[in-house]
């Protein structure tokens, strides 16, 4: 067994026995919320440190464990998209698990003690799904996951929450059987469950795209795609924080590494229209995942929103890289791959840490509600700028990590305008239109977001009487808040080794994405980037006006006007504030058709008319069934051993009889055959 996989069996060992371990002691609930936390943080160092040698060498290590079952062998491969996708989960573990210890005594009698087994099940299921090579085994982890994430949306144990795990357990086990079918397609081709044989399993045309529509309308489904995104926004506020920002940030992404492997590693990407597809999804996810946000109050459910948006530009940037292998153009296969990874580590970063950060707003006001909040900058300072950095790196504003990711995007998009391609010429210009459009009205959403929760004054009295969360939780949003800053100053660094991970995808060969701390497009800098000489500028740019500020500090008047700001001759009241409604009125007002649309697609009233439809029909069957198959039943059995009783008079000479009738019987038949 080599070193990294030996480490990776540790790290999923750790969680097991982490989970096993918190159950058996979760009457001591405190104790249970640290031996969750501490096995989480063990494990996902070890997890970082297994996937390290891989992502610098691009090296796949591969092994294999046999089982009971000779048509499965656990067949475990970290190569480098496996090794991308465990650290980008062991990163956002770390933190969450660190969180936690503090966060989870909110939950102290509502089931704090058997959370830890749900997690830490959670996790390993994560980890071992995206490192199996074995289709049977991958779907034995998809399922683990989703029952445990399941579990975990329960949490809360109300009407919203049991409702909301309703609707993901049946949107996720829909997906799960289609991809179970276009495995199973597979099998019957490659007579093997082994992805392996996968890879050399050549299938027609119309067979390979039948496998490849049911294997992304299922992985949509986990990624939250629209327009099967109606459990997103419900399950992730259900969730307690540190689990949304897992789900958030690393679970959803498990339906994008699904797309990648099935399109991609085992496919082969040789359909332009499969990169056409996932590119016309993933535009219509961003514009509309971020409509959607805009109207809410609620700030989980306003996150979950942008985990559509942002699952959408994902997919824009793996639908150009696809696109670039089936037309065999190599600059926008990698490209576009490496946007759509850099982006999805991004998301989970800044999306972790902005669900945690909302977290420890609901930690001290125990309330969602943006417009019961206010005031929260001065009285949650360190709460508040972590939050910031989050907000303007999922708003892509420069230097942040957001910004760097949806640059390279953007670069695909426009190499894919320039091809000769009439569908690549549209599709190009639009997906642009698309990208700007969510970029614009996603910034907007955390200005009405910051400046709602943060700014202004308290408009409750909880939100009033507020404080800075404990130092565990600051610490957890201050790690992701600085990976947020290193992930976009230090893009030179981190560009190379995603690219290794899209150059081996694409089966392309390598060329160079960074001339010194330059970030370029192409093999040819026809467009560069320098996120450390952006990073100079832009903090100049802030401390030029305080150093002016300084110098000329007493030479300014000394009489100015001080107090409350004038409100028309009337005293100053919080409600004078904008509110979260009133904020995006005008947007809501003009996207209305859009918004007509949300309610359309949502499968929620149409899940419970059917589970309405269900109940009222197993009330009506259940007494007809009773009356007239069990009763009658139940009425016959007693008559007809009345007139059998007399067969037993307890004579035994007439049970020698019975005996010996029955082999005459059995002779009789056996001479006959």
Not at 9 to 33: D, P
Not at 460 to 482: F, G, N, T
């Amino acid at each position: 067994m080599s070193y990294p996989i030996s480490l990776l069996i540790t790290a999923l060992l750790i969680y097991i026995v982490g989970a096993f371990v918190s159950l058996c002691v979760s009457r001591n609930e405190q104790l249970s919320i640290n031996i969750s936390g501490v096995t989480g943080i063990i494990g996902g160092a070890l997890g970082i440190l297994a996937c390290a040698p891989v992502l610098m060498s691009s090296n796949a290590v591969t092994d294999v464990f046999h089982t009971p079952f000779e048509f499965a062998r656990f067949s475990i491969r970290l190569d480098g998209l496996a090794a991308f996708m465990v650290c980008v989960i062991s990163l956002l573990v770390i933190v969450t698990a660190l969180y936690s210890f503090s966060y989870v005594r909110e939950y102290k009698g509502k089931g704090a003690g058997t959370m830890g087994f749900f997690m830490n099940i959670f996790i390993a299921s994560m980890v071992a799904l995206v490192v199996s090579d074995n289709a049977f085994y991958f779907l034995v982890f998809f399922e683990m996951m989703s029952l445990a994430s399941y579990f975990l949306v329960l949490t809360e144990q109300d009407d919203n929450s049991v409702n909301a795990g309703l609707l993901y357990f049946f949107i996720a086990h829909a997906g799960s059987v289609l991809i179970m079918i276009a495995f199973f397609i597979f099998y019957c081709y490659a007579d093997s469950f082994e992805f392996e044989a996968f890879r050399h399993t050549e299938l027609s045309s119309p067979l390979g795209f039948t496998v490849f529509m049911l294997a992304f309308l299922g992985f949509g489904a986990k990624a939250g795609m629209i327009p099967l995104h109606g459990w997103l926004p419900k399950a992730h506020p259900a969730a307690p924080s540190h689990a949304s920002a897992l789900m958030s940030g690393v679970m959803v992404k498990i339906g994008i590494f699904g797309i990648i492997k099935v399109g991609i590693d085992l496919l082969g990407a040789t359909n332009l229209w499969f990169g056409v597809i996932v590119l016309g999804f993933g535009a219509v996810s961003s514009v509309l995942g971020v409509l959607y946000a805009l109207a809410e109050h609620d700030i989980k459910k306003l996150l979950a929103y942008h985990t559509v948006e942002n699952v959408g530009i994902i997919m824009m940037g793996v639908g150009v890289g696809m696109i670039g292998i089936a037309i065999h153009h190599p600059v926008l296969a990698v490209v576009g791959l490496l946007g759509g990874l850099y982006h999805l580590l991004n998301h989970a970063v800044f999306k972790g840490l902005l669900f945690l950060g909302a977290g420890s707003i609901m930690y001290r006001l125990h309330t969602k509600d943006m417009d019961l909040m206010g005031g929260l900058g001065k009285l949650m300072p360190y709460t508040a700028f972590c939050f910031l950095i989050g907000t303007m790196a999922i708003s892509a504003l420069p230097p942040f990590n957001g910004f760097v990711s949806e640059w390279f995007t953007y670069q695909s998009l426009f190499s894919l305008s320039q091809e000769s391609h009439i569908a690549l010429k549209l599709a190009g210009p639009i997906a642009i239109i698309m990208l700007a459009l969510t970029g614009a009205l996603a910034a907007l959403c955390f200005v009405k977001v910051y400046g709602i929760s943060f700014g202004g004054m308290p408009r409750s009295e909880k939100a009033a009487q507020a404080r800075e969360v404990p130092k565990p939780m600051v610490w957890a949003m201050a790690i992701l808040a600085l990976c947020c800053v290193l992930l976009g100053v230090g893009a030179s660094v981190v560009t190379p080794i995603i690219a290794q991970i899209s150059t081996a995808l694409s089966h392309s060969e390598s060329f160079p994405l960074v001339q010194n701390t330059l970030l370029v497009s192409s093999d040819k800098p026809y467009t560069a980037l320098s996120t450390p000489m952006i990073t100079i500028m832009l903090v100049a740019f802030f401390l030029v006006p305080f150093a002016y500020y300084a110098m000329t500090k007493k030479a300014r008047l000394t009489d100015r006007a001080k107090g409350n700001p004038w409100a028309c001759g009337y005293a100053y009241e919080p409600d004078m504030a904008a509110s979260a409604g009133s904020f995006t009125r005008p947007l809501r007002t003009m996207f209305k058709p859009l918004y007509t649309l949300r309610r359309l697609l949502d499968p929620a009233p149409l899940g419970q008319k059917g589970i309405n439809a269900t109940v009222n029909g197993a009330t009506k069957l259940e007494p007809v069934w009773e009356e007239q198959i069990t009763m009658p039943i139940g009425r016959l059995i007693p008559r007809i051993a009345e007139k059998l009783q007399w067969l037993q008079g307890g004579d035994f000479r007439v049970y020698c009889v019975y005996f010996v009738i029955a082999l005459v019987v059995l002779l009789l038949t056996t001479a006959m055959m």
